[in-house]
């Protein structure tokens, strides 16, 4: 079953099949394309909504996991929210997006996976 969240966007009311970052969020009313974008220097979890220009931020601490903060991207770019919460944040934990092309993301991913590999040795 779908619904129309505040949004104005379609939201499944599953997680299933999105990247979350492993939080239950099917309580949550979040648009259905909101996938993680990272993990803050506070450990709060990002998700990026690139058809309604938002994101949100969850504390998933507690159970149920809830929206802390939700920001409206619309006129910036993904690159200057990263910026901005890396400012007053800190250094990102985990940070999926990749400034640049396709390309990027591919080299940034095969780099992440030979660091894990190298540090499982």
Known sequence: MSTTNSTGLESSGTTAGRDRGGIDTDHLELPIDAQLLGVDGAGETHLHSPRADRVYVIDDSETPA??????DIGTRSVFDWVEHVESERGEWEDLRYTRGGWADGVVATVIRSQQAEEADR
């Open 66 to 71: 809830e929206v802390t903060h939700e920001a």
